[in-house]
């Protein structure tokens, strides 16, 4: 694990951003994404490169509430805290950082963070208000609550999620740990919230787009156990889209 030099500060940073119009978090050459406009700016405010470590990789269009990163500093006289303002002025309106905080000099926001926690959210109306597409996927009707109960308790412990993985995912083991998965209606929103040690590429949403065809046609909590035991993604349903999913949470 990465030790900063003792002349350097770690600085720990939580980040709320709208997706839409980022290719992603992961820096890309030509590309606008999250990490390449912080990089940008912390750039600006240290005269040299700044590598900025992130806890997880939100895809195209997908939003954070509290991303966490970090960042290993050369800049002594100045509080933690005003890391916020500096860099919030030198960045576009659709990223924010909402906290900063001096931490341990082995502290990574990736290798550290011990559970991630996504939200999904769905819009179940006939209609809905032109802003609020940006945020949630329009479903356009109303779900049976207790079938997706029965196929949320599906997703708990260890298990591989080869079913629900993009074909592109590189991972060397497709197992992971879930600790939660569940639905509930939160005001008019349908939420889907699920925590995990870490996720596969797609994951999350080829979840939330299988379980949703699935109550769709009312099948049974058997069907969903079959996809996730043949390990096939070919036998999961679509991908959700993006706009509906946000990085909620990390634990540590």
Known sequence: MHEAPSSERNIRLVIAYD??????????????????????????????????????????GVHARAQVANFHTTIQRMEAERFIPAL?????????????SETSADFHARFSARLRTYRYFFITEKEANPWELRYAWHIRRHVDMALLADYSRLFRG??????????????KSRFRY?????????????????????????????IVGTLIQCEE????????????EGRKRALAGPTAPPEGLFLWRIEF
């Open 88 to 100: 919030n002025s030198l960045l576009p309106k659709d990223v924010r950082i909402t906290e900063a």
């Open 178 to 206: 879930i600790a939660n998965a569940h639905f509930f209606i939160e005001g008019n929103r349908l939420t889907f919230e699920i925590s995990a040690n870490a996720f596969l590429w797609n994951m999350v949403r080829s």
């Open 158 to 171: 260890e298990m591989d999620c080869t079913s629900f993985a993009a074909a592109a995912d590189k991972s």
């Open 19 to 60: 997706g839409t119009d980022f290719s992603g978090w992961q820096r890309q050459n030509g590309r606008r994404t999250v990490q390449g406009i912080i990089e940008a700016a912390l750039a600006k405010l240290h005269k040299h490169p700044v590598k900025l470590s992130g806890s997880g990789r939100t895809d195209s």
């Open 217 to 228: 046609h009312g099948a049974s909590e058997r069907t969903v156990q079959d996809i996730i």
